[in-house]
């Protein structure tokens, strides 16, 4: 089909994460013999798995259409690519990293570096805007074992810190943030049908990144009560709101941010709110 969507999964740490947004969002991943060539429940979609730096090469040399990869491996590979969207999983910051005897007030010393570092093409540019007098070195993963003996400092990323803490490693300068995301080569975009088709799947997997967000809070309130609780609900347009049997006063549902419910709660119950019940959403459609 010449309207298909040649579709790139992960490998690795983030393919856990990325199929349970898939699966969340209805679109199920079947892994079969051939387990790098899964099938998807969407009609014309192609799927292969390959590891998330290979995956920025592939969309950028066109032979995938759309994929999922960190922010820091666009960066350090310099192509362009269109962001459809952030799922936020797989936080990291890109940092450098030294021995804590290393350093001069929390400071690399001004003396000659070994560098170490994945991210050769950030790394060296992070060298030179630093004006570091270093020499930078490959690592191919554990580049966190490198210092002291074989690199003064590192570049990698961190989700927590603690693995660096555990080589006695202090974090002097951050030089991005990164997190799983989904991009398009561009100019797949520029072909309608295969657009709609992207389109369609990053709205969905936007619907469940949405939901995870919120939750659905219903609650009662007497009616002279009503305006002064639509006051402090926040919702995505306007709440819904039906009388309660008997003339009792209202019930009132929206969906609000998880993250203010322990202040809200509170707010809601001043202004005479009974009832709460907070519930899981599965997917939000604007």
Not at 11 to 21: E, I, N, S, T, Y
Not at 152 to 172: M, S, Y
Not at 240 to 260: H, I, P
């Amino acid at each position: 089909m010449a309207d298909m969507i040649r579709l790139a999964l992960p490998k690795g740490r983030m393919q856990d994460g990325v199929f349970r947004l898939l699966g969340d969002a209805g679109v199920q991943v079947r892994l079969g013999r051939r387990n790098y060539r899964p099938t998807v429940s969407l009609p014309g979609v192609e799927t292969k798995i390959l590891k998330p730096h290979n995956i920025v090469e592939m969309l950028h040399a066109g032979t995938r259409d759309v994929g999922f990869a960190g922010a820091d491996w666009v960066a350090e590979k310099g192509v362009e690519l269109t962001e459809l969207l952030d799922t936020e999983m797989d936080p990291v910051r890109l940092v450098a990293a030294a021995p804590v005897d290393l350093l001069v007030d929390g400071a690399l010393p001004k003396q000659h570096l070994v560098v170490a570092s994945e991210y050769v093409n950030l790394t060296q540019a992070w060298i030179q805007r630093q004006g570091l007098d270093a020499r930078f070195v490959r690592s191919y993963g554990a580049t966190e074992v490198f210092p002291p003996e074989d690199a003064d400092c590192i570049v990698d990323n961190t989700a927590t810190g603690a693995t660096l803490v555990a080589n006695q490693l202090q974090i002097v300068d951050e030089l991005m943030r990164s997190s799983t995301r989904m991009y398009a080569h561009p100019k797949t975009l520029d072909d309608p049908s295969r657009r709609d088709r992207i389109e369609h799947l990053a709205m969905l997997i936007r619907s469940v990144l949405e939901a995870r967000r919120r939750v659905m809070l219903e609650v009662n309130v007497p009616a002279d009560r009503l305006d002064a609780l639509i006051a402090v609900l926040p919702c995505m347009r306007e709440p819904t709101v039906a009388k309660l049997a008997g003339d009792a006063g209202f019930a009132v549902k929206s969906a609000v941010l998880r993250k203010v419910l322990p202040t809200l709660i509170p707010e809601i119950k001043a202004c005479g709110g009974m009832d709460l019940v907070v519930s899981e959403l599965a997917q939000i459609v604007p």
